[in-house]
């Protein structure tokens, strides 16, 4: 059937004036809402409000304006079914063949530091939903559609078929529908699971972006899921594998945490060494000096855009992935001569592109946390003698590093760069050991660094130890039954200390 009668009500409203425009000047009878048929009558587009279709008046400020039988009913009759056709002229339910909805902005609103639970419960959208649903379910007559992307796509579909949609259309426009009401649902029970106190059951939907080669393991099935291409764009290289994916997040999470040009070399999710500086090819010397033999087949991120001076010293060791915000034309110019390697472009911050959940798979079902995104650092010194300014800037770039590497974890830097990283260690006396003889084996001396613990020092022989290495300061948690131990151990040695009383096991 030709698309006669169309009801749009939106709250993006990207796109949707030349869109009504072009079904108007089809003969199609626009109905709308409040906003956005305001602003269609502003582009002299003729529209008819959903209260002179309803012939019932917008109340409760707005909250009940599409909840009707005649919207629904419109919507919902089966088309050719003599019962149907039969109830709906009795009822005068005149049919609504082409359905234009977008949500309240309820994902955008609770984002926001400051929102407030009111203000987000203002922001559930339920008129929209409902007549989604409604037009998605009768696919087989009405045209549902949820996002702009597709105004072109539907117009392009009537002009081919003399003013109708195919069927095929509506079937895929009516599935992307049901995808977006629940994908709304859950970021409304997810927000509210969070903000009041009920036991309430986890669940997870989330649209196919690629199925992978394979897994952490060639014998293992993998495929990725979720907005990942939303973040990333893939500019050269081979298709990325399933462990890539995890060092890219890792890489990302960890580049989010600095504002100062920084480059930051990953290995297996863990940081390899990690650098700062205006000049990016000396904030790389900083990062590649601390290790140079675990970046081999690495990951490389830079929070500034690659130009050719990194490109070129990159270039010279074998990485698997560069990221970046951008690649100037003659870093890229170097980097695809290599043609398996992967170059990414950070599409928005690394803030942005940080999970709002940690989901980890356990024995009968999943862990889902908050993600460790605490950067507020608490300086309650607890030493005699307080960090000097370049201390205490030397601690602070180690705590930003530690948090980011596996339990158990030391980290020795400077107040720019990593000098000594030990990850993954049962004991945190050997994290520390390792870190020196990492230090030790790139030939950097530890005389004068901070050192950074992901938790307390048990005993006073882990501070003991960075002491004779050469540091002069620690941060770390606190907490241990044995705090007074280790802050006697540091006093006699002349460190300064700073308990954050925050703790970042990554296991």
Same mark, same amino acid.
């Given at each position: ?9 939106v ?7 030349s869109?009504a ?5 089809q ?5 709308? @809402? ?15 409000? #959903?209260?002179?279709? =309803? ?29 149907h ?19 309240? !902005? ?11 639970l ?5 922001? #559930? ?13 009768n ?8 996002d702009?992307?597709?105004y ?5 579909? &009537?002009?081919d ?15 992307k529908?049901?995808?977006?009401t ?13 903000? /009041?106190?009920t ?18 393991? !060639? ?9 990942f ?5 893939k500019?050269h ?10 060092d890219?997040?890792?890489? @990302?999470?960890?580049i ?5 040009? =920084?480059v930051?070399i990953?290995?297996?999710?863990? !940081? ?21 033999q675990?970046?081999f087949?690495?990951i490389i ?20 992935? #560069? ?10 110019s ?13 599409? =928005? ?21 908050d ?15 307080? !960090?000097?300014?370049?201390?205490l800037?030397? &601690? ?21 760069? @990593? ?5 993954? /260690? ?5 994290a ?8 030790e ?14 938790a307390?020092f ?23 039954v044995?705090d ?6 540091a ?5 300064? &200390?700073?308990?954050?009383?925050i703790?970042?096991?990554?296991h």
């Amino acid at each position: 059937m030709k698309i006669a009668r169309a009801l749009i009500s939106v709250s993006d409203k990207t796109g949707i004036a030349s869109f009504a425009r072009a079904l108007e000047r089809q003969g199609i009878d626009v109905i709308s @809402t409040g906003g956005t048929a305001e602003l269609l009558r502003k582009e002299k587009i003729p529209v008819r409000e #959903i209260s002179s279709f =309803t012939a019932f008046p917008e109340v409760l400020e707005g909250r009940v304006k599409t909840l009707h039988p005649r919207v629904h009913g419109g919507l919902l009759y089966k088309r050719g079914n003599p019962k149907h056709e039969a109830e709906a002229r009795e009822c005068g339910f005149e049919p609504i063949d082409l359905v234009v909805v977008n949500l309240y !902005p309820f994902e955008a609103t609770i984002i926001k530091p400051d929102v407030t639970l009111s203000e987000a419960i203002e922001n #559930i959208d339920i008129g929209g939903p409902s007549m989604i649903r409604s037009a998605a379910k009768n696919y087989e007559s009405v045209t549902v559609v949820v996002d702009p992307a597709d105004y072109d796509v539907v117009l392009e579909n &009537m002009r081919d078929n003399n003013g109708e949609t195919t069927l095929k259309l509506r079937e895929r426009l009516a599935i992307k529908a049901f995808i977006k009401t629940s994908a709304y649902d859950r970021a409304i029970g997810s927000f509210l699971n969070t903000k /009041q106190a009920t036991d309430a059951s986890f669940s997870l939907s989330l649209p196919l972006v690629a199925r992978l080669r394979y897994g952490e393991n !060639p014998h293992q099935t993998a495929a990725l899921y979720g907005d990942f291409d939303k973040y990333f764009e893939k500019l050269h290289g081979k298709e990325l594998s399933f462990n890539n994916i995890l060092d890219i997040s890792a890489a @990302t999470n960890l580049i989010g945490e600095f504002e100062q040009p =920084t480059v930051a070399i990953l290995k297996h999710t863990n !940081p390899c060494g990690v650098g700062s500086d205006v000049d990016l090819r000396k904030a790389w010397d900083k990062a590649f000096a601390t290790d140079k033999q675990a970046p081999f087949g690495g990951i490389i991120i830079s929070n500034r855009p690659a130009d050719e001076p990194l490109a070129k010293a990159i270039s010279e060791i074998f990485s698997e992935v #560069i990221i970046a915000p951008d690649f100037d034309a003659e870093a890229r110019s170097i980097l695809q001569k290599k043609k398996n390697l992967r170059l990414i472009q950070l599409i =928005t911050s690394a803030v942005e592109a940080r999970s709002t959940i940690d989901v980890r798979s356990v024995c009968g079902g999943v862990l889902v946390q908050d993600p460790d995104t605490a950067n507020q650092v608490p300086q309650n010194v607890v030493t005699k003698r307080r !960090p000097t300014k370049t201390e205490l800037n030397a &601690m602070l770039f180690g705590w930003r590093i530690v948090k980011h590497v596996k339990s158990n974890a030391i980290v020795y830097a400077k107040a720019d760069r @990593t000098l000594g990283i030990g990850a993954g /260690q049962m004991s945190r006396v050997d994290a520390s050991r390792i870190a020196v003889w990492k230090a030790e084996a790139a030939g950097l001396s530890l005389k004068g660094s901070a050192v950074a613990s992901d938790a307390f020092f048990p005993f006073p022989d882990g501070l003991i130890a960075a002491a004779d290495a050469g540091a002069t300061c620690a941060i770390q948690p606190g907490g241990s039954v044995r705090d007074e131990e280790v802050i006697a151990a540091a006093n006699e040695r002349n460190m300064a &200390m700073i308990f954050t009383g925050i703790r970042h096991f990554r296991h």
